[in-house]
T-cell receptor, first 117, second 109 residues
Framework: SAVISQKPSRDICQRGTSLTIQCQVD?????MFWYRQQPGQSLTLIAT?????????ESGFVIDKFPISRPNLTFSTLTVSNMSPEDSSIYLC??????????????FGEGSWLTVV | QKEVEQDPGPLSVPEGAIVSLNCTYS??????FMWYRQYSRKGPELLMY????GNKEDGRFTAQVDKSSKYISLFIRDSQPSDSATYLC?????????FGKGTLLTVNP
């Protein structure tokens, strides 16, 4: 599996500000994904980021709120814009990998824990 | 009805117990099934991966899939305090995973 590094690992942010989360992978990957895990909830896919094209956002998530960059095959950023307390979550970067020798699955970074005050 | 249902627990067992974690799903398109383990303040770690009905064993862990009943299980034998974590089931028909809410497990020494 790939090694996925995220920065920052945690932060406390002021309401109305924006924060950019960086994700670095130790190998080239085609697809990178950003998930959100709100307190007590499961993981929800925010968007899929492919290098050289616009990110594809899931229902309920928009580019103005969560702009994503994917400048190359090993790096991506997610910005959480104009934050409110409802944005307090774990944000997880993930990549597709091969599991079991046959099918694909998703591997996750350690996550970025954001608290908005 | 949610696509994936998972009992959130919490589940508390004594060390050495057999643990059974379960998920049900409604989408027949799901073909690949995973269990992730998430320690407190850590990212999810892939634990088991299966793509066919039946059992798959890896050490103390056994993943079971019953596609006809749309039901998956994870069994942990001889549970250890280090198994204390949240266990999330996940499934997909392509690359997009759908997760259960996770079950919080505590194994008491």
């Amino acid at each position: 599996s790939a090694v996925i590094s995220q920065k920052p690992s945690r932060d406390i942010c002021q309401r109305g500000t924006s924060l950019t989360i960086q994700c670095q992978v130790d190998s080239q990957v085609t697809m990178m994904f950003w998930y959100r895990q709100q307190p007590g909830q499961s993981l929800t896919l925010i968007a899929t980021a492919n290098q050289g094209s616009e990110a594809t956002y899931e229902s309920g998530f928009v580019i103005d709120k969560f702009p994503i960059s994917r400048p190359n095959l090993t790096f991506s950023t997610l910005t959480v814009s104009n934050m409110s307390p409802e944005d307090s979550s774990i944000y997880l970067c993930s990549v597709e990998g091969v599991a079991g020798g046959t099918g694909n699955t998703i591997y996750f970074g350690e996550g970025s824990w954001l608290t908005v005050v | 009805q949610k696509e994936v249902e998972q009992d959130p627990g919490p589940l508390s067992v004594p060390e050495g117990a057999i643990v059974s974690l379960n998920c049900t799903y409604s989408n027949s398109a799901f073909q690949y099934f995973m269990w992730y383990r998430q320690y407190s303040r850590k990212g999810p770690e892939l634990l088991m991966y299966t793509y066919s009905s039946g059992n798959k064993e890896d050490g103390r862990f056994t993943a079971q899939v019953d596609k006809s009943s749309k039901y998956i299980s994870l069994f942990i034998r001889d549970s250890q305090p280090s198994d204390s974590a949240t266990y999330l089931c996940a499934m997909t028909g392509n690359y997009k995973l759908t997760f259960g809410k996770g079950t919080l497990l505590t194994v008491n020494p």
